[in-house]
């Protein structure tokens, strides 16, 4: 069965640090990958779609990758800061989610 | 736009009581999700519609479940009789994207949840 992981939990870094997230999937070949936020007690809001033919994709300090062959998405937050602090979630197009990683970043 | 609007946004209720819970998309948005939310679990598909047309359900959990979407503005998600291990939190969410379509890859917009508590 189709199958996605988050590498941890959760995450702690200090503030001005690059944060570093990792997705990995098994038994599917998504057409995209997408990475949403979510604060506590609201839903998640979208951040950044990569396709399986884009190697990177980046936004203002965030920047994903994508390696089809390693089934691996990276997501990276440059100069973080507390307001970063939140759970990320990755998703294979819109069926399948991983279960996210709780990031806290102290100033 | 009022982005997607859930409600309850809470909910408490007896273990064999009926409930059902709404959802009102973005307007002009042609596919609509739901999406349950534990700690064990994280995030689940339940059922996404298109264009008003329920297109998998294959993560409803049982019978108990049902959802429907009479029209593009409002879809109802009820669980009969619901039981203490439904407690969760229910996510819709709305795109304009093609599920059909793998390569459309339209964001989702979620509304605030209902955090349903059965007891």
Redesign the interface.
Known sequence: SQKIEQNSEALNIQEGKTATLTCNYTNYSPAYLQWYRQDPGRGPVFLLLIRENEKEKRKERLKVTFDTTLKQSLFHITASQPADSATYLCALTALIFGKGTTLSVSS | DAG?IQSPRHEVTEMGQEVTLRCKPISGHN?L?W?RQTMM?????LI?FNNNVPI?DSGMPEDRFSAKMPNASFSTLKIQPSEPRDSAVY?C?S?S?N?RD??S?E???????TQLSVL
């Open positions: 997607v596919s999700f999406y679990r994280g995030l689940e598909l996404y998998d996510f969410a795109s994207a599920l793998s390569s890859g964001k989702l917009f979620f509304g605030s949840g």
